[in-house]
């Protein structure tokens, strides 16, 4: 592969990356915010894990030649006769579920450039769980990246007289603790993720997202019909599904793909990049196009220390090995 040709590999990424991280946040927030039925949030998560795992099982027939013997030989010796490596994985996948569930509580109480920027708290939690887990020692000037996130995403939280007037059917402390919690939550799936593949033989790709996905299926339909089964039953799986739910459910579904080509083909400093560019891509449209954002001093302040941190984060010499983002 020539230098050129993953060059423009990175570019590709980046533009994908940009869009899918705005797109899937804004069509949410537009989803929940303007839909005449609303659907039932934990059919969305389900509905996403099935598609991401149906995406996998695909890539793994590609990858083998489209021979479906070849294919269930790698599934079975792989997943099925490794059920201690494969078990372990549930505990992450316990979390990611929570987490998405959780995060649609949060986009129902805050517009997506808030969202977007508090979600940011989970370099924090990231980088916090890597050194108490995995002893990584970051450099000074890391720590001060995160004291300035943490100052940055503070900041966001001050809502204008104008913005309360404006949504009052806005919960921004139940957005917040939402937000939190999915921090904590992706910070310690990651980093635990993390330790698992050091201490394993590390299968490809593909094979981590299906031994992953296994659990996130189970756990994501076990909660949709324990929580809503009543309803579902009543108004039917897809109640309130509309062109933009269904295109947010395949933007997540691919987002996984999207986030394994960054780690093989970019860096941790693309993703930072492309982060930033989606942060602000969703706090112009939400402003421009929702009228779901009036963008006060705090706000401004507080999304430019962000944005500042995460650059200052990305672009620092690690010690020893790279910190997921």
Avoid at 7 to 33: A, G, P
Avoid at 200 to 217: D, T
Wanted: proline share 3%.
């Amino acid at each position: 592969m020539t230098t050129d040709f993953k060059s423009r590999i990175r570019w590709v990424i980046l533009l994908v990356l940009v869009v899918q991280t705005s797109l899937t946040v804004l069509l949410f927030r537009y989803s929940l915010t303007h839909a005449t039925e609303h659907f039932i949030s934990t059919t969305i998560v389900f509905c996403t894990e099935c598609l991401k795992y149906t995406l996998s099982l695909l890539l793994l027939l590609l990858q083998e030649g489209f021979s479906l013997k070849r294919s269930w030989i790698v599934y079975r010796s792989e997943i099925l006769e490794k059920p201690r490596q494969t078990i372990l994985l549930s505990i992450p996948a316990l979390l990611y579920t929570v987490q998405n569930n959780i995060l649609i509580l949060a986009l129902k109480n805050l517009d997506a450039a808030t969202y977007q920027v508090t979600y940011q708290l989970k370099i924090l939690t990231t980088a916090g769980f890597s050194v108490l887990l995995l002893q990584k020692q970051l450099h000074f000037t890391q720590w001060f990246s995160l004291i300035l996130l943490t100052v940055g995403v503070a900041l966001v939280q001050i809502p204008g007289a104008e913005v309360l007037s404006i949504h009052p059917e806005r919960n921004r402390l139940t957005g917040l603790i939402s937000v939190l919690v999915a921090c904590f939550s992706s910070g310690f799936a990651g980093v635990f993720y993390e330790k698992l593949l050091k201490t394993s033989s590390q299968p490809s790709v593909i094979i981590r997202n299906l031994q992953l996905g296994v659990f996130s299926l189970l756990l994501s339909g076990s909660g949709m019909m324990i929580s809503d089964f009543s309803e579902i039953l009543e108004k039917g799986l897809f109640v309130g599904y509309t062109s933009s739910v269904v295109t947010v459910i395949v933007l997540q579904a691919v987002g996984g793909l999207v986030v394994a080509a960054t780690i093989k083909y970019a860096d941790n400093i693309l993703k930072g990049f492309a982060t930033s560019l989606s942060i602000l891509m969703s706090g112009f449209i939400s402003w421009l196009l929702l009228g779901d954002l009036e963008p006060g001093s705090y706000f401004l302040l507080g999304t430019s220390l962000v944005l500042i941190s995460s650059a200052l984060y990305c672009y620092t010499p690690k010690p020893d090995s790279k910190l997921p983002i």
